[in-house]
């Protein structure tokens, strides 16, 4: 997500997953970069994912990024 944020300056990204101490990484990460108002994280299942719940949008996602199954591919 810091990777896409700092390619694509205009737009805001959400991350979520499962693991909370996983987020914990990434939520560092993302204020060490400086990308804390344009990268937002929580912890979410992907079958229990409601981003209006999460991350309190009225709007769907334009893009969505599943990067669990592209480190699975070979």
């Known amino acids: 997500l810091i990777l896409l944020a700092k390619k694509h300056p205009a737009m805001r990204f ?31 299942l992907a079958q229990d994912f409601d981003g209006g719940m999460q991350f309190g949008l009225t709007k769907p996602f334009d893009r969505l990024i599943f990067s669990y199954a592209l480190s699975i591919m070979d």
Do not use: F, H, I, Q
């Open 14 to 44: 959400y991350g979520v997953d499962a693991s909370t101490e996983m987020l914990k990484t990434a939520d560092a990460n993302v204020r060490a970069s400086g990308l804390d108002g344009r990268v937002v994280v929580a912890t979410a």
